[in-house]
């Protein structure tokens, strides 16, 4: 674990960010050059060769306060990155602004998550893709940015590009989640008929409609050879997810005495086993990965949870059992629990447990309540942070909690023992 501390920025980089203005032909805010994000990264082609020996993963926080930003915390915002592509989770207002603070390049992007509707989780996205459409240049071989989100998303993403006459320089689509009706309160419940709107740009790219799937609670929304995605359902007072990213088991070692011994020459058909591929040897011997491979070692896992009270259904303890590390929302301490339960929101006691459920290895608390500050800055009415992180020890017996900060990077180490399913 380790703190990023902000980029310095270039002098006189803050007034020019002020001075951005609306723009005609793109359409977009036009951010001052002070606004270093790169463009759209080239990605690796379908069928690449994938190379998972030193692969590394992280997890960076770039807002963790509540409701609003503040000077000390940023509204919500994490990013999960391996291979030089990163997966943004939520975007609060001001993400772009984090982004240019840290060591990390919005270009770099390649899907967005979104937890919830409200808007400290969402105001700055139109924002955050326009400042990166006006950094890159169009091209014709770039893959879409895909976005994932409650049902009302692609309209609010639509409306705003709109109403604002923007177009972006790259292809995007909007993969929409339909909540069940467990998932908040029946009086805010609201009729989402309007949501199919009119395509409002070229480079927009049809997206889906993700419905659960009763058998395994949960909603597939990636899965390919490195990684599945899922989203699985919680409770607030708008429906909200929590999501799980799982690399794929890495295949295990060659043999290489068992090799020696079944006549397979050294070359490529070590790659082609090594990748899983059965492969057929000269004088017609069989060979099958499993004959000359150790056991696989399992993926990381990274669980995120957007703003809830408690989960729905059991597809969350599920898909987050044995997670290497999992972010849950603590926005009160436990001394309010009742206000917390009120607003849809957790307390240390909560995300412990629900941790504790999961025998997740290491509890991230995040999404802080701006009343909650770091030793020696608080003030009148003001609390030290560092009692949430007491609450959720006890309650894990004194296994270590962390606590979210701004610019605050997590690494993944790559597994090698197996954990047990639960039963």
């Known amino acids: 674990m380790r703190n990023s501390p902000p980029i310095p920025q270039e002098k006189g980089a803050s007034e020019l960010a002020k001075r951005a203005v609306h723009s005609s ?58 291979e030089g592509e990163s997966w943004l989770f939520d975007c609060g207002e001001g993400t772009q602004t984090q982004f240019m603070k840290s060591h990390l390049k919005a270009g770099r992007i390649a899907k967005i998550f979104i937890t919830h509707l409200h808007g400290d989780h ?14 890159s240049s169009p091209a014709t071989n770039k893959l879409p940015v895909e976005i994932y989100g409650p049902l009302g998303l692609r309209s609010f993403l639509c409306r705003i590009l709109e109403l604002s006459h923007s177009q972006l320089a790259f ?38 409609t993700l419905r659960l799937d009763p058998l ?31 690399e794929k088991p890495r295949p295990g070692k060659l043999n290489a005495q068992k090799l020696k011994e079944l006549g397979v020459p050294p070359g490529p058909i070590y790659g082609r086993l090594k990748d899983g591929a059965t492969v057929v040897l000269e004088n017609g011997t069989t060979i099958f990965p499993s004959d000359v491979t150790e056991e696989p070692l399992p993926g990381r896992k990274v669980c995120i949870l957007g703003d809830c009270s408690g989960i729905v259904g059991d597809g969350a303890a599920a898909l987050c059992y044995g997670a290497d590390l999992l972010v849950h929302e603590a926005t009160l301490d436990d001394a309010q629990a009742d206000k917390a339960k009120e607003h849809g929101h957790s307390t240390p006691q909560v995300a412990a447990e629900f941790a504790k459920l999961c025998k997740a290895k290491k509890l991230v608390l995040s999404h802080f309540s701006q009343r909650y500050k770091p030793a020696g800055q608080t003030g009148e009415g003001d609390v030290d942070v560092m009692e949430l992180k007491r609450q959720a020890e006890r309650v894990l017996g004194g296994q270590e909690v962390v606590l979210a900060e701004d610019f605050m990077t997590i690494d993944i180490p790559m597994k090698k023992v197996t954990i047990a399913s639960p039963n």
């Open 25 to 82: 032909a793109s359409g977009c805010l036009l951010a001052s050059r002070a606004l270093k994000l790169r463009g759209l990264r080239e990605r690796k082609p379908q069928g690449a060769t994938l190379i998972w020996s030193k692969m590394a993963m992280d997890v960076t926080f770039l807002g963790t306060g509540a409701a609003y930003p503040s000077p000390t915390r940023g509204a919500s915002a994490t990013v999960v990155r391996f």
């Open 171 to 208: 292809p995007w689509v909007v993969h929409e989640l339909v909540p069940t009706p467990d998932q908040c309160p029946a009086e805010e419940r609201k009729e989402l008929s309007f949501v199919d709107g009119d395509k409002v740009s070229s480079e927009e790219v049809p997206g889906k």
């Open 216 to 246: 395994e609670d949960s909603y597939t929304l990636v899965d390919n050879s490195q990684f599945v995605v899922k989203a699985f359902r919680l409770f607030h007072r708008i429906p909200s997810f929590g999501f799980l990213v799982e």
């Open 122 to 135: 969402v105001f700055g996205l139109p924002g955050l893709l326009c400042t990166i459409s006006l950094q």
